[in-house]
């Protein structure tokens, strides 16, 4: 199954090398601990790439899966748990299409993982799946990148790097009238014989406004409980270039009025 990362997957590490994922997952996890309602600890690491943010729920103590749709993604991660030892289930599944053995206490879906999605159904369609499979009182927290971040962020920028490693080309593209930011990626990855290797693939993601957003949780049966600035705790800014949502499970069958 081709997915459009299994280049990628072998460069991914190095391109978000500047990500502190312990950082990150404390953070989360002070969030989880504010909010949630329930008591279980099964985690459902969503989108969860190579699984550098699962291992560091893992050695929080959270019980994880992981689930990813790149196959590439996926050896990865299970490469790394190996060579550590943590007890980690990976699954490889289309986030809008769950289908999991049993319910999750948390889900986390970070770097911007949602704006791949390029459509408001397929959004709504995911916090309903997220929906299904969490426990009554269990917590769903997500990052995303904001109309502000593809607009005068990223824009329409080339970025180059050559490293040891391999190389890299990423050409950025935002269509304002559609939200839609495209990214050509040209890999050049060295192979045994000293020579490289040249791999492109091109991603999508769509800029998505705070208010739909929240909009598209109540509707699949989710309460939006806060939005912060980034990894913060401040309320987002007019320049955010990052926002964290956090959304509860209110009980199945049960409207969020009657809540």
Excluded at 43 to 63: H, I, N, Q, R, V
Excluded at 65 to 91: C, F, R, T, W
Aim: charged share 25%.
């Amino acid at each position: 199954m081709e997915t459009g990362y299994e280049a990628f997957s072998f460069y991914y590490d190095q391109l978000t090398e500047n990500v502190e994922y312990p950082q990150r997952a404390a953070y989360f996890h002070r969030l989880i601990q504010k909010y949630r309602q329930s008591e279980g600890v099964v985690l459902l690491d969503l989108a969860c790439g190579t699984g550098s943010l699962s291992e560091e729920f893992a050695k929080l103590g959270y019980d994880v899966l992981g689930v990813d749709y790149s196959y590439g993604m996926l050896n990865q991660a299970m490469q790394k748990k190996l060579e550590h030892n943590l007890p980690i289930q990976y699954i490889c599944q289309d986030m809008r299409e769950l289908d999991l053995y049993g319910t999750v206490d948390i889900t986390v879906c970070a770097l911007d993982s949602l704006n791949h999605l390029d459509s408001f159904s397929d959004v709504q369609t995911v916090f309903q799946q997220v929906f299904n499979v969490t426990e009554s009182g269990g917590v769903f927290l997500f990052d995303m990148n904001t109309p502000y971040k593809y607009r005068e962020i990223l824009g329409n920028t080339t970025i180059a790097e050559n490293r040891e490693e391999g190389s890299f080309i990423w050409e950025n593209e935002f269509d304002e009238e559609t939200g839609i930011n495209v990214y050509d990626l040209t890999l050049f990855l060295p192979r045994e014989d000293g020579l490289y290797e040249r791999d492109e693939e091109i991603h999508y993601q769509k800029a998505y406004e705070p208010e739909k957003i929240r909009e598209l949780l109540e509707k699949a049966g989710l309460i939006p409980l806060a939005v912060y600035d980034a990894y913060t705790k401040d309320a987002p800014k007019p320049d955010s270039g990052r926002l964290t949502f956090v959304a509860r499970e209110h009980g199945k069958g049960i409207s969020a009025e009657e809540k």
